[in-house]
């Protein structure tokens, strides 16, 4: 079916609707288990699912997972799939890795969770130290943890009130991170469900790339840290301008504000992050998600001028609970998989085969634009991939909203599900793992020219 798009991106299309309905119809003619599963759980699971954030995938209901290994994953109706979205980065090094679950079933023997270190947990702190070049490190569960974490001891050792973030950024369940800008007022963010606080006095948003901003923000001396991705991953992936870090780094020392930085996402950048393939110079760092091969962890660490600071705030408080971390942060069986990941899977092979492999899906995704003529881009850092709905790269959030059309959206995640084919739910986000095929990158290439043809037959 040929479908013509409006020159209005967010018009409502007919035929574009007729083309989702459709594949809509399709899916859900095929998939007799998944439909008798999403009515049971919709019986027990609000939402449908145990997570609520399902509904963004663009399949009518959720697609239940029956197993996964390497760079492929198969629903309970026997559809496989090759995965480029790998859980939204947990997965980034291929599922079911026999590391993993070595690590984890010797760990599981011995117990999995003492509220006590262990001597794995020595060895893990200097394997962090030696590939991301910071002092000294915290556990925590999730990135979220890690995040709230490092925005409390940094109003705590500046004693500033307020933090700056980037417009469009996602520094996980972090309420203070969920102020954004609309026309150019910062604001609330609507999803923010249930919070009765009100952050905009205490959260500065400017758009990302934008220095002069960004020198007005910090030079009034009341913001404790930036926190910032290094690479914008959430509203569509945005990329700094040439300047931008170093600006960053020497405003931040200029006004006396920590820097913060959020690898969560861009640690598919390189074998330590963005951050040590770009000589950034954080005073704080955050990685969460892959970091123990999907099992929930994240670390959090800071430079030995931010620790002794910190030594100096706990000192003068004294005694009691900080209620920073969790009884889970740091168990055993986190840290025997992070050991496995930082000796046996994220190697160094493992990042030039990932990044290798990306920068062929993206000369062959420039390949097909150009063929086709598409008035589409796209955005590359590492081993993650981002196709872009507009013609060239944005370089703020709200030049990148604008160029998101939902239902185009909507269309292409279903079609891409469809021909086996998975992506991050919430834009075109692709990763490449070491266990990704040039097999399934031609699929992928093959099956976006094909959308392409859809949406412009002519």
Request: aromatic share 8%; proline share 5%; with cysteine.
């Amino acid at each position: 079916m040929s479908v013509s798009l409006p020159a209005a991106a967010h018009a409502l299309n007919t035929p574009l609707m007729e083309f989702i309905l459709s594949e809509t119809a399709r899916f859900l003619d095929a998939r007799p288990n998944t439909k008798a599963l999403a009515e049971r759980s919709g019986r027990v699971w609000r939402g449908g699912a145990p997570m609520h954030w399902m509904s963004d995938w663009a399949s009518p209901i959720p697609i239940y997972a029956a197993r996964a290994e390497g760079a492929k994953l198969w629903d309970v109706d026997g559809f496989e799939y090759d995965d480029f979205c790998l859980g939204d980065t947990p997965s980034m090094f291929g599922h079911a890795r026999p590391e993993i679950a070595r690590a984890i079933a010797e760990q599981a023997t011995n117990g999995v969770g003492f509220m006590l270190p262990t001597e794995t947990a020595v060895e893990v702190g200097e394997m962090l130290t030696q590939r991301f070049a910071m002092a000294k490190w915290q556990m925590a569960t999730t990135a979220s943890d890690a995040n709230r974490a490092v925005i409390r001891w940094a109003r705590a050792i500046t004693n500033r009130p307020k933090i700056l973030i980037f417009d469009g950024c996602y520094h996980g369940m972090v309420d203070d991170a969920f102020v954004v800008l609309e026309d150019a007022t910062p604001i609330m963010k609507k999803g923010l469900i249930g919070q009765v606080a009100d952050f905009i006095d205490t959260t500065t948003v400017i758009p990302f790339n934008d220095l002069d901003a960004l020198e007005d923000a910090l030079k009034y001396c009341d913001i404790a840290c930036v926190l910032c991705e290094p690479v914008m991953t959430n509203c569509g992936m945005i990329a700094p301008i040439d300047g931008f870090h170093e600006a960053l780094r020497n405003l931040t020392r200029k006004y006396g504000t920590l820097l913060a930085i959020d690898e969560t996402h861009t640690l598919s950048s390189g074998y330590g992050g963005y951050t040590r393939a770009h000589g950034l110079e954080p005073d704080m760092f955050v990685v969460g998600k892959a970091i123990a091969g999907g099992v929930p962890a994240a670390v959090w660490g800071v430079t030995e001028e931010v620790s002794a600071r910190m030594d100096q705030a706990q000192a003068a408080i004294g005694a009691g609970s900080s209620g920073i971390g969790t009884t889970l942060s740091g168990n055993a069986l986190a840290m025997s998989a992070m050991k496995v990941m930082l000796t046996e899977v994220m190697t160094e092979a493992a990042f030039a085969h990932m990044i290798k492999g990306a920068e062929d899906l993206v000369a062959q995704l420039r390949a097909a634009i150009a063929v086709k003529g598409l008035n589409w881009s796209v955005v590359h850092v590492g081993a993650r991939v981002e196709l872009v709905f507009a013609g060239h790269p944005p370089r703020t959030a709200a030049e990148m909203r604008a160029a998101m059309n939902p239902l185009e959206l909507k269309a292409f995640h279903l079609y891409l599900i469809n021909q086996g084919l998975l992506i991050a739910p919430f834009h075109n986000m692709m990763l490449i793992s070491p266990l990704t095929s040039p097999e399934a990158v031609a699929r992928l290439v093959a099956a976006i020219s094909a959308f392409g043809r859809i949406i412009r037959p002519n």
